[in-house]
T-cell receptor, first 116, second 114 residues
């Protein structure tokens, strides 16, 4: 079974530029998550999708971050414009079903973003 | 809202010695509890999870964890550490009244010395 795929693996941009990350979850997984992991911290949930609907985006900085999962499969996370404090690893995860937090999450390798 | 604390930022252990990583949570009801491991440059991998039942949970790679409700703890243990166990370990708590909302701890970095 193929795992969660993410691209690119690394990205370096200047502040005020835009960037997009792509995630393809495990086939059949209805729930998809985007996390931000700043160096030295645990992952912080940015947004959670159930199929193509948003379940939780309470920690997503909506003035600059956006995410979509149009067909309920792969997803894109965008930052526009980027700030220095956005430098982090962006992790995508998926799970079969996540009612009441029971779904085991499978993580991709992440995208390391450096904003200069 | 739930929260999780990992008191130890960094632990150094000799190969072959035992390891215990601490995790304390705050939540009004019985939470779902998880331990994940992250090797350098890798995504997170689930070691074990606790939902209900037996409070001693066995996981992969020889790890186990014990849920202690009275202490609001879910400590991770391994009797004999291997050099390949050097990694960062994250405890996470999921609320039973939400849709898979996870709160991760800040992590504990484990260094294994020869």
């Amino acid at each position: 079974e193929a795992g969660v795929a993410q691209s690119p693996r690394y990205k370096i941009i200047e502040k005020r530029q835009s960037v997009a990350f792509w995630c393809n979850p495990i086939s059949g997984h209805a729930t998809l998550y985007w996390y931000q992991q700043i160096l030295g911290q645990g992952p912080k949930l940015l947004i959670q999708f159930q199929n193509n609907g948003v379940v939780d985006d309470s920690q997503l900085p909506k003035d600059r971050f956006s995410a979509e999962r149009l067909k309920g499969v792969d997803s894109t996370l965008k930052i526009q414009p980027a700030k220095l404090e956005d430098s982090a690893v962006y992790l995508c995860a998926s799970s079969l079903y996540s009612l009441a937090g029971t779904g085991e999450q499978y993580f991709g390798p992440g995208t390391r973003l450096t904003v200069t | 809202a739930q929260s999780v604390t990992q008191p130890d930022i960094h632990i150094t252990v000799s190969e072959g010695a035992s390891l215990e990583l601490r995790c304390n949570y705050s939540y009004g009801a019985t939470p779902y509890l998880f331990w994940y491991v992250q090797s350098p440059g890798q995504g997170l991998q689930l070691l074990l999870k606790y939902f209900s039942g037996d409070t001693l949970v066995q996981g992969i790679k020889g790890f186990e964890a014990e849920f202690k409700r009275s202490q609001s703890s879910f400590n991770l243990r391994k009797p004999s550490v291997h050099w390949s166990d050097a990694a960062e370990y994250f405890c996470a708590v999921g609320a039973t009244d939400s849709w898979g909302k996870f709160q991760f701890g800040a992590g504990t970095q484990v260094v294994v010395t020869p």
